[in-house]
């Protein structure tokens, strides 16, 4: 199973709203609704922030949002601060019943 | 609150095996799984497989089939990574998490995750 495909990196500046895609096939990302998206600090253990597509835990910024089309999802961080400084990995459910993570990417707040 | 809290950081020469554990506590163990994640240094997130608290079901990575088994202690709401015939390229940080089930054998998001085990190799 290969990895999901993320940009290496992105960046805006505070208040901008940024978009990190993340790519796969049929037998993944477009075939099911189980697409999550996981923040990780630098040491730290990574942090749920986006689970089926689009959808918030309790106590994550609705700053944060997911969407999908097709075989690619998307993680929206809009109002963008110095804290969202991190690296982010999308994840998702595949065909044959395993879990797959995203290339990473890192997000640079100007 | 659901917490994992993990065991600590382990050397190990290769060739040798590990195991690594995963203590549960603030929710009901068996209702959901627990899946295991590496990380390599400077390197993003692997999955390594997922099993079933509530009937011990797993699901491993093609890579790691026949290296590493996981398996749950209900009575103690505790879960275990076992890799075998450790290698250099085995050095990482191994992170446990619970696991949503999804259906069938579907096991979806993780969260939250244990503080993470770093597991050395090295002669």
């Known amino acids: 199973q290969s990895a999901l495909t993320q940009p290496a990196s992105v960046s805006g500046s505070p208040g901008q709203s940024i978009t990190i895609s993340c790519t796969g096939t049929s037998s993944d990302v477009g075939g099911y609704n189980y697409v999550s998206w996981y923040q990780q600090h630098p040491g730290k253990a990574p942090k749920l922030m986006i689970y089926e597509v689009s959808n918030r835990p309790s106590g994550v910024s609705n700053r944060f949002s997911g969407s999908k089309s097709g075989n690619t999802a998307s993680l929206t961080i809009s109002g963008l601060q110095a804290e969202d400084e991190a690296d982010y990995y999308c994840s998702s459910y595949t065909s044959s019943s395993t879990n797959v993570f995203g290339t990473g990417t890192k997000v640079t707040v100007l | 609150q659901v917490q994992l809290v993990q065991s600590g950081a382990e050397v190990k020469k290769p060739g040798a095996s590990v195991k690594v554990s995963c203590k549960a506590s603030g929710y009901t163990f068996t209702s959901y799984g627990i899946s295991w994640v590496r990380q390599a240094p400077g390197q993003g997130l692997e999955w390594m497989g997922w099993?079933?608290?509530?009937?011990?079901?797993?699901n491993y990575a093609q890579k790691l089939q026949g290296r590493v088994t996981m398996t749950t202690d209900t009575s103690t709401s505790t879960a275990y990574m076992e890799l075998r015939s450790l290698r250099s390229d085995d050095t990482a940080v191994y992170y446990c998490?619970?696991?949503?089930?999804?259906?069938?054998?579907?096991?979806?998001?993780?969260?939250?995750w244990g503080q993470g085990t770093l597991v050395t190799v090295s002669s």
């Open positions: 099993i079933s608290a509530y009937n011990g079901n797993t």
């Open positions: 998490a619970r696991t949503t089930y999804c259906g069938g054998d579907c096991y979806s998001w993780f969260d939250p």
